[in-house]
């Protein structure tokens, strides 16, 4: 048996009830260890395993900093290897990882970032278009139409048109899928990821994840056949891209990472975007603000004015903080023994920087369960402090890239619209995949807003 006795204290609950609990109420499986046994805890498993859960941000600057041949992240991320296939940034370990970082970070950021700001503002104001005065509808479902088109179009670079709105369907219908707490359950046990036929859940998934691969390697084929030399998108940047070799990236890879990216870069955007709608309407002093600092920007503002006002940016950071999108940052799995704080953590041990305990320790944030922007205003928080998109070499790609997408999204939508859900009772949140995010059913309807004389529109 291995010595267990300089790991933090924790807990050996039987794995069944365990992972039924982490599935099924993912917020008080990591509250209820951490009010027994604090920032920093162990959960024993088969074999005497172990994983230890870290919120300290001491410990999580110790994690992140950590030498990459310390810690492996690729082996951990394994159970979204059905989907995003094995040459997927988040599979890829050591010198393949951070060659494939170098290539796909540039495009989600800086000027190649604010070249979307427009485009992200006209399919806001597309979709919402469609509303109907009065109609009640859930909110997530057009905030994922929105984050599903913007991040189409930034990774294959394509306008609308039937092939886009065929791979629209696929993913949504894919990542729908896989979206109910229930259907987590399959992610988590491996004996539920049986193929019985079309109409049994991993049967489903299995099929669309087929067709949305053929539709894939069709445009990459396309792609290569193709005479433009000036696309700016994702698909040709990686086509084009060459290793030290000379060789280019093979037809899975590319379509590894696609998958890697549509997955990532929208599901948990239209998340964020669902709870800030949430938050707006449970905190009408939030909306008036937020309508306040937004009215002070004159006619057709630039969208990076808008990205820069400061309410509007604390709005989102607290939405991130409160409920985190990622309950955890990527577990490690520690290569060679590591010490961090004063506990020796042993090879094989799996780490968890439990991203949302450390947004509710009450040293940093007081009264954390409460949303209050302000917070924000009033002082800054480190990387290790404030960290819904994880940290060190595996840190979103993403980060930058969202956080200006969950602005304008906002900001088109609450300077035309109030969004008030019918039911205003408080939630919780639930399990969809490995993210946090509002409970199904709950309906919005949407009122437009009187426009003042200065009321900004973002297009
Ligand atoms: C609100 C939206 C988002 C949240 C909360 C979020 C959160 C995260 C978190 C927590 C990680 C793990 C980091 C770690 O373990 O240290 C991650 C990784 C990643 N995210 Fe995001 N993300 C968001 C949006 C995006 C977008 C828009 C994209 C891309 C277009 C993206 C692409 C990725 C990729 C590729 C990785 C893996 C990085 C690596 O392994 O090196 N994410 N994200």
Not at 150 to 157: D, K, N, S, T
């Amino acid at each position: 048996m291995k010595p267990t006795n300089n790991l933090p204290d924790g807990s050996k609950m039987p794995i069944f009830l365990r992972r039924m609990k982490f599935i099924f109420q993912p917020l008080e499986y990591v509250e209820d260890f951490a009010k027994a046994y604090g920032d920093n805890f162990t959960l024993w498993g088969r074999n005497d395993s172990q994983m230890v859960y870290f919120s300290h941000p001491q410990a999580l600057q110790q994690i992140f900093s950590a030498d990459s041949g310390q810690l492996e992240v690729g082996r951990g991320n394994r159970i979204l290897k059905f989907m995003l296939g094995s040459n997927s940034l988040l599979l890829l370990e050591g010198d393949s990882h951070q060659r494939q970082r170098q290539l796909l970070t540039p495009p989600f950021h800086g000027d190649r970032m604010r070249a979307y700001g427009e485009t992200i503002s006209e399919i806001t104001q597309q979709v919402t278009d469609e509303w109907k005065v009065g109609k009640p509808f859930h909110i997530r479902t057009p905030m994922q139409e929105i984050t599903l088109r913007v991040i189409l179009r930034v990774v294959f670079g394509l306008d609308e048109g039937p092939r886009l709105e065929k791979i629209r369907q696929l993913l949504s219908s894919l990542l729908e899928s896989m979206g109910s707490p229930l259907a987590s359950v399959g992610l988590f046990f491996r004996f539920m990821q049986k193929d019985f036929g079309a109409w049994s859940p991993w049967g489903r998934m299995v099929r669309l994840l087929q067709q949305i691969d053929e539709m894939i390697y069709a445009l990459i084929r396309e792609r290569r056949a193709e005479s433009e030399q000036n696309r700016q998108d994702i698909l040709s940047l990686m086509m084009s891209a060459r290793y030290d070799d000379g060789q280019a990236m093979t037809d899975e890879e590319l379509r590894d990472e696609l998958m890697t990216l549509l997955t990532a870069g929208h599901e948990t955007t239209a998340s964020a975007l669902t709870w800030a709608f949430y938050w707006v309407d449970h905190y009408p002093e939030v909306r008036d603000k937020l309508v306040r600092e937004l009215n002070t920007l004159g006619d057709n503002p630039d969208p990076s004015t808008v990205a820069r006002l400061p309410y509007l940016t604390a709005v989102c950071q607290e939405t991130l903080r409160i409920y985190p999108i990622a309950i955890n940052a990527f577990p490690r799995i520690v290569r060679s023994p590591i010490e961090i704080m004063d506990y020796k953590l042993p090879e094989g041990t799996i780490i968890f920087p439990s991203i949302y305990l450390a947004h509710h320790r009450e040293e940093t944030y007081p009264q954390s369960k409460q949303f209050r922007p302000e917070r924000f205003l009033e002082r800054q928080f480190s990387p290790y402090e404030y960290l819904p998109f994880g940290g060190g070499n595996r840190r979103c790609i993403g980060l930058a890239f969202a956080q200006y997408e969950m602005k304008l999204v906002l900001a088109t939508i609450v300077s035309r619209f109030q969004v008030s859900f019918v039911n205003k009772r408080p939630v919780r949140p639930v399990r969809r995949g490995l993210t946090l995010a509002l409970p199904g059913g709950m309906q919005t309807v949407a009122t437009p807003v009187q426009k003042r004389a200065n009321t900004p529109v973002l297009v």
